[in-house]
T-cell receptor, first 115, second 112 residues
């Protein structure tokens, strides 16, 4: 069964450093997402991406965050200057159609630790 | 953000019996609901969904019930198996929005 793959599985970085989290969505999917889960808290929406542009973003997704689909297969989340509170599990997801018409399929996540 | 709530943090069920997981929501604009299962160190895995035009959807051992007037949905697993032990999340979205709103999750333990 096709799956969403994320790399790395664990990233440790120092506060203020830039990180790039990488994802390969399912190949025939058109909608891409990033969610995160801070330890002990809910899974939270960050951003959705369709047709090479952001279609929706949350209040969390401020100017420190950006997303890109640099080629036909990868989807990346960049955090420009990491803060301690960015430590979380980051999940990439993709779907065939827009949210509400088809389910999201998630990757196994990247655990980001900011020290 | 308390729009989707799972009030039971944990549930323990004997193997072979029915597991019932509950979820409440407050936003009447939600029209699509999903259940995800999550094992440690893995991402959420889609289980089953239901649109607000239905009140029941069934897929094998999994059935989701939606009560729109009560703003309540439930997931029934029958019979429960040891491999069902995981954290279960309900999630909801509204038409036109691109985001899912998740509940806090319920940890289900199936005892042999």
């Amino acid at each position: 069964e096709p799956e969403v793959t994320q790399t790395p599985s664990h990233q440790v970085t120092q506060m203020g450093q830039e990180v790039i989290l990488r994802c390969v969505p399912i190949s025939n999917h058109l909608y891409f997402y990033w969610y995160r889960q801070i330890l002990g808290q809910k899974v939270e929406f960050l951003v959705s991406f369709y047709n090479n542009e952001i279609s929706e973003k949350s209040e969390i997704f401020d100017d420190q965050f950006s997303v890109e689909r640099p080629d036909g297969s990868n989807f990346t989340l960049k955090i420009r200057s990491t803060k301690l509170e960015d430590s979380a599990m980051y999940f990439c997801a993709s779907s065939e159609a827009r949210t509400g018409d088809s389910p999201l399929h998630f990757g196994n996540g990247t655990r980001l630790t900011v020290t | 953000d308390q729009q989707v709530k799972q009030n039971s943090p944990s549930l323990s069920v004997q193997e072979g019996r029915i597991s019932i997981l509950n979820c409440d929501y407050t936003n009447s604009m939600f029209d699509y609901f999903l259940w995800y299962k999550k094992y440690p160190a893995e991402g959420p895995t889609f289980l089953i969904s239901i649109s607000s035009i239905k009140d029941k959807n069934e897929d094998g051992r999994f059935t989701v019930f939606l009560n729109k007037s009560a703003k309540h949905l439930s997931l029934h697993i029958v019979p429960s198996q040891p491999g069902d032990s995981a954290v279960y999340f309900c999630a909801a979205s509204r038409q036109g929005a691109q985001k899912l709103v998740f509940g806090q999750g319920t940890r289900l333990t199936i005892n042999p």
